[in-house]
């Protein structure tokens, strides 16, 4: 049905387009007018009301809608979103489903799916939008046992009015009758009872819902019923007009709302009229990836990390040890950062090349010193336990090689396969517990090892990798080297 167009009388429009509140402020009243009007939707979405076109099939999730312009108060799935009730079906026998996605303009999917009989090409598709309006004013007479009425446009025709369908163009009435909320109160004039509503009733010649606030009292010159200064009147659960059939997608719907002052005979002492608009929800959409970064951090020199100070400065590329010693300790340190969306997390798994040779060479196998003397072991340990996937206590320089270590830093969520400070098996609780890197050269095949996880989404986990080595006497002079591969895997 076609909105009834109405003469404009200086009233301004003001509206936010999506899902905020609209709302409406008149101009310069009219003579005896109501001040500072305003009505306020809490949603300005329209109810959708369409049906269905040919290619429906029952047990599908796909709807199909007819948008012949014109043919019905509702073309475009626009007007819908996501987790909105849509009821399908004939008269009488509306089934009941859950908008999951809108697509084009001709459709949208629903869970469960389409029942038998509610497929049918002309089946009605609805989808009610309430509302709350919210109505402020200030007063321009004194009107002793007076009451205030708001009149929202409606159908002509009672029961369709007040049917709980959505009416192309009209507030629907509903089927349980709106609440009315009067002023408290909070003035000494103004005495209210309880709110009444009437669904369509005929005033100069058009249909309104009428909604009334009665009061005993004198009455005042400009009282504010603002909300803040005194309490508004708010009229609860308004069903939203589907569009008019002229209705453009993107541009509001315009509604004539009337604000009265009546007298205790009835009579309109002060009126005011208001245009409020109802216009679809702005979908905003974007694609989130499945993401996961992963940082390697220099440490500097002299930093406390896994219970020790560095002895030398790393970057994010080369772990520097310099010049090895016989009977001490050399130790570096970097930072690995992991950061992803997958809900189920990640791991994060370490294994070298090679041990360290002289100049890259191979050392076959799994050599020590002083069968090899030109490449640094992997340390076994001060209790000979340590391997790839054993941890052992490490504090003895006379116990020679190179090995790791791990410190969480204290980052929540994030599991290390071990720490420095770990209790148990071969280490016993000190600052001194860790293990070798596996070794993808060695014949015995060692398969890269997880050193650190979690089990759900991260925000910059941080873990320590400490690194420490000593030499024995007969290792051969040289630069020696060999190369770590760390490699972080999200689950998703």
């Known amino acids: 049905m076609k909105l009834k167009k109405f003469k404009k009388i200086g009233v301004g429009l003001f509206f936010v387009a999506g899902l905020v509140a609209v709302t409406f402020y ?38 199909i809608i007819n948008t012949t312009p014109g043919s ?191 007298d205790t005979s009835m009579q309109v002492t002060d009126s005011t009229v208001i245009n409020i608009g109802v216009i679809e929800a702005v979908k905003v959409t974007a694609v989130v990836s499945p993401q996961i970064t992963f940082r390697i951090i220099g440490v500097d020199a002299g930093a406390s990390a896994c219970g020790i100070v560095t002895s030398v400065a790393s970057t994010p590329v080369v772990v520097p040890f310099n010049e090895l010693l016989i009977d001490t300790f050399t130790y570096a340190a970097q930072t690995l950062t992991v950061s992803t969306n997958a809900v189920n997390g990640y791991a994060v798994t370490a294994i070298e090349n090679d041990q360290l040779g002289i100049n890259g060479d191979t050392c076959t196998g799994d050599p020590t010193v002083p069968t090899n003397t030109s490449c ?17 206590d490490w504090s003895l320089s006379s116990t020679k090689g190179f090995g790791f270590s791990l410190d969480d830093s204290n980052t929540s969520g994030l599991t290390p396969a071990f720490e420095y400070d770990t209790t148990g098996a071969a280490c016993g609780g000190g600052i001194d517990c860790y293990r070798q890197f596996a070794d993808a050269e060695n014949a015995v095949t060692e398969d890269p090892q997880t050193i650190f996880q979690a089990s759900s989404t991260a925000d910059n986990h941080n873990l320590l990798v400490c690194y420490k080595a000593v030499i024995a006497t007969q290792q051969a002079a040289g630069s020696y080297e060999n190369y770590l591969t760390y490699t972080a895997t999200a689950t998703f």
């Open 26 to 63: 008149n101009q310069k009243s009219l003579s005896a007018n109501l001040t500072s009007v305003s009505v306020t939707l809490s949603n300005s979405r329209p109810s959708f009301r369409g049906a269905l076109a040919a290619g429906n099939t029952a047990l599908s999730s796909l709807v």
């Open 72 to 262: 019905y108060s509702s073309t475009n799935s626009a007007q819908l979103v996501e987790g909105d009730t849509a009821r399908i079906g004939e008269a009488g026998s509306l089934g009941s489903y859950t908008v999951t996605a809108t697509g084009s303009a001709d459709r949208f999917t629903v869970t469960p799916v389409l029942a038998s009989g509610d497929s049918d090409t002309g089946d009605d598709v609805i989808s009610s939008q309430s509302a709350d309006l919210t109505v402020r004013f200030t007063t321009a007479n004194a009107i002793a046992n007076g009451r205030f009425r708001v009149l929202v446009p409606a159908l002509t025709d009672n029961g369709a009015s007040a049917d709980g369908i959505p009416d192309g163009g009209y507030f629907d009435f509903g089927t349980s009758t709106p609440t009315v909320t009067c002023p408290s109160n909070a003035t000494t004039t103004y005495d209210f009872v309880t709110g009444t509503a009437t669904a369509s009733v005929t005033y100069s010649g058009l249909d309104y819902h009428t909604f009334e606030c009665a009061y005993s009292g004198t009455g005042a010159i400009s009282t504010p019923f603002d909300a803040s200064t005194n309490d508004a009147i708010t009229i609860s659960s308004l069903i939203n007009p589907a569009p008019a059939t002229s209705h453009t997608t993107g541009t509001a719907d315009r509604y004539r709302v009337i604000v009265q002052h009546l």
């Open 376 to 392: 640094i072991q992997d340390s076994r340990g001060d209790d000979s336990a340590m391997s790839h996937t054993a941890s052992d």
